[in-house]
């Protein structure tokens, strides 16, 4: 599998790869897109997992 144009790899592509030969699930989720390919954009991304989890109790 190559890169897209811009060198990066696409999760839809590698996704319909898999699926040409395998059986895949589909679920629908729900919240917000996250761009993590730079440091900032990264770090915005962590920081609203964060803010996600605030609050929903003890994690491990």
Known sequence: MAPAPNGEYQA??????????ND???HHITGEYHDCGNP???????????QA???SGPHV
């Open 12 to 21: 839809t592509d590698i996704a319909i790869a898999f699926a040409r030969d």
């Open 24 to 26: 895949v699930l589909i």
């Open 40 to 50: 900032a954009a990264s770090l915005a991304a962590n920081n609203a997992a964060v």
């Open 53 to 55: 989890t605030v609050g």
